[in-house]
């Protein structure tokens, strides 16, 4: 089951936090809001694309990659140290906790320039995100921005990846009915964890995996086939058990002393 990041309720605690942030420094020195919140027209950017792995886990890291176009009449300089790549929804939100970029005595929720980029030029931002290291608990959607202390945010707001929410496998009969009991289970804890909005499918994606009776594989000559070998059956672990089924299919078929004992994987032991 796919979801976007949430983005109704983001916008809501953005607007709030904001406003918290406005009313507070407002009355230390209103031209400071007036300066930063003021884009300059020269300033723009323009989303073309993101490269995020289908799985990300809290507190540890996965690597993504954002591009920009400069779109803007203004070029944007890397020595300057004035043009990031910042988390918005809260803008400068340290929930995804960017790794290693660090800027001033700070780091976390901005991607420093990793290059010059002139009008017109594309720059991709690689970077790590390790979620909620950072001590951010509030959850944020996985959003960003172009950014300036100067000139504010400005240009597009990367879209939302979807979010995949799935659960472990359910041993039963091959024609039972599905069951979304393990779904339902999961799905709060997820949305505690997670930015979570509307289903974009209707209902979850089921698929049967065959398994053997003992949940070992079947490896070795077929008994009433001269010729024909097995090796299948591997409970869901094919990906990782491969390599070493086919060495041991291997030497079994070229004749050779098998490095194991292939007697509980033969096939007419049901």
């Known amino acids: 089951m796919k979801f976007p990041h949430l983005a109704r309720l983001a916008t809501r605690v953005t607007f709030l936090l904001l406003a918290i942030v406005s009313s507070a420094v407002a009355q230390n020195d209103t ?6 919140s003021k884009v300059d027209a020269a300033y723009s950017a323009a989303f073309v694309s993101q490269t995020v792995p289908s799985t990300m886990e ?4 996965a690597t993504v990659s954002i591009t920009m ?4 009449t203004q070029g944007w300089f890397a020595a300057n140290g004035d043009i990031f790549l910042g988390t918005q929804e809260p803008q400068d939100n340290y929930y995804w906790c960017i790794q290693d970029n660090r800027y001033g005595i700070y780091s976390g929720n901005r991607v420093r320039l990793p290059h010059d980029v002139a009008p017109g030029e594309l720059v991709t931002f690689d970077f790590v995100v390790k979620p909620l290291s950072c001590v951010f608990t509030a959850t944020a959607p ?3 921005r172009m950014l300036s202390p100067v000139h504010g945010t400005f240009g597009d707001e990367t879209p939302d990846p979807a979010i995949s929410v799935t659960t472990g496998a359910e041993f039963a009969d091959r024609d039972d009915p599905p069951s979304s009991a393990h779904f339902d289970r999961t799905l709060p804890r997820a949305q505690e964890l997670f930015p979570l909005a509307e ?15 003992d949940m070992m594989p079947i490896i070795g000559p077929a008994p009433r086939h001269a010729g024909l070998w097995f090796a299948f059956g591997h409970a869901h672990h094919g990906l990782t058990l491969g390599p070493v089924t086919g060495r041991l299919i291997g030497e079994m078929m070229t004749g050779e002393t098998p490095f194991a004992d292939p ?8």
């Open 31 to 36: 031209r400071m809001i007036g300066a930063v």
């Open 58 to 61: 809290l507190f540890k890291p």
């Open 69 to 72: 176009r400069n779109t803007g």
């Open 142 to 144: 996985f959003r960003f």
């Open 199 to 213: 289903r974009l499918d209707t209902e979850p994606w089921m698929g049967a995996r065959p398994c053997t009776p």
């Open 263 to 270: 007697a509980p994987y033969r096939a007419d032991r049901f």
